[in-house]
Antibody, heavy 114, light 111 residues
Framework: QVHLVQSGAEVKKPGASVKVSCKAS????????IHWVRQAPGQGLEWMGR????????QYAQKFQGRVTMTSDTSVSTAYMELSRLRSDDTAVYYC???????WGQGTLVTVSS | QTVVTQEPSLTVSPGGTVTLTCTSS?????????PNWFQQKPGQAPRALIY???NKHSWTPARFSGSLLGGKAALTLSGVQPEDEAEYYC???????????FGGGTKLTVL
């Protein structure tokens, strides 16, 4: 079955960038879209975008256009989400997921603080 | 800006039945929105329950069911258990914008 393992927690300063990885196993990596979702402390889930690992094609939520870049490397079955120009309100747990297949990564806490 | 709305909170007695709904600001929710439902307990990652309106994952308990009800996506819990107390989120697909939007979540209390 689909299994997603994310990289560890990050602490960044305002204005910096962060890149979170999501390694997939248990299925053909190019078979399913990988979505990225975030959750700020005490808040709900927020969809950021998705990538088609087969084509590299991406769709981003309008809110993150210009600041987020999603990529994938089929040789290591890994998807990446990079968020730039970080602000304090980007502090959140970031998840990768394949919603229709029901799998979620464990989450990566990104803390933005000076 | 598209908004997906859920009941902020609901309370149900153990053994009872409750229906959570998911409304789109753009109009009636149809199967073309591919409604998904997720359960999240404090400190945990979300857990998928339902995809494409009414399809269950292999781990989804039989008491959970998804449907379309009066222009909304709906998640019904029948025979509620204490362990069903959690936050529930719906997720809708907007094909024109090729984007997905989460609802604000429903906090379900079992009391």
């Amino acid at each position: 079955q689909v299994h997603l393992v994310q990289s560890g927690a990050e602490v960044k300063k305002p204005g910096a960038s962060v890149k979170v990885s999501c390694k997939a196993s248990g299925y053909t990596f190019t078979g399913y879209y990988i979505h990225w979702v975030r959750q700020a402390p005490g808040q709900g889930l927020e969809w950021m975008g998705r990538i088609n690992p087969n084509s590299g094609g991406t769709q981003y939520a309008q809110k993150f256009q210009g600041r987020v870049t999603m990529t994938s490397d089929t040789s290591v079955s890994t998807a990446y989400m990079e968020l730039s120009r970080l602000r304090s309100d980007d502090t959140a747990v970031y998840y990768c997921a394949t919603p229709n297949e029901g799998s979620w990564g464990q989450g990566t806490l990104v803390t933005v603080s000076s | 800006q598209t908004v997906v709305t859920q009941e902020p909170s609901l309370t149900v007695s153990p053994g009872g039945t409750v229906t959570l709904t998911c409304t789109s600001s753009t109009g009636a929710v149809t199967s073309g929105y591919y409604p998904n439902w997720f359960q999240q307990k404090p400190g945990q990652a979300p857990r998928a329950l339902i995809y494409s309106t009414s399809n269950k994952h292999s781990w989804t308990p039989a008491r959970f069911s998804g449907s379309l009800l009066g222009g909304k996506a709906a998640l019904t819990l029948s025979g509620v258990q204490p362990e069903d107390e959690a936050e529930y989120y719906c997720l809708l697909y907007y094909g024109g914008a090729q984007s997905w939007v989460f609802g604000g979540g429903t906090k379900l209390t079992v009391l």
